[in-house]
């Protein structure tokens, strides 16, 4: 382990960051198809609601994956760096005394 933001991390960051900001998106973009004018009143308010609700929640879930981030910072820091011990006696591989 090079650091604590190791590959894996980072590719699941990376997805949890894109997941955070694309799916409220996809889901407003849903969502306000069913508000056209003349069908709903006011429509183009109900649409604003949605796309400030759509802003509220992103910036939620990447609140979520920041403090995920620093919780994995933590606990790195907390197990430090790793040390090598000196092998036991009769370890699988080792002449015996």
């Known amino acids: 382990m090079n650091g604590w933001f190791t590959r894996s991390l980072q590719k699941r960051a990376a997805l949890a960051v894109a997941a955070s900001l694309a799916l409220p998106w ?8 069913f508000y056209q004018p003349g069908l709903a ?4 308010r109900r649409q604003m609601l949605i796309d400030f609700i759509v802003i509220g929640a992103s910036l939620f879930a990447l ?10 910072w933590i606990t790195a ?3 430090g760096p790793r040390r090598d011990a000196d092998a036991f006696p009769g370890a699988p ?5």
């Open 26 to 33: 996809l889901a407003g973009e849903f969502a306000k198809g």
């Open 41 to 44: 009143d006011d429509a183009v």
């Open 63 to 72: 609140t979520m994956v920041a403090t995920w981030l620093i919780g994995c």
């Open 77 to 79: 820091v907390m197990k």
């Open 93 to 97: 591989g080792e002449p015996p005394p």
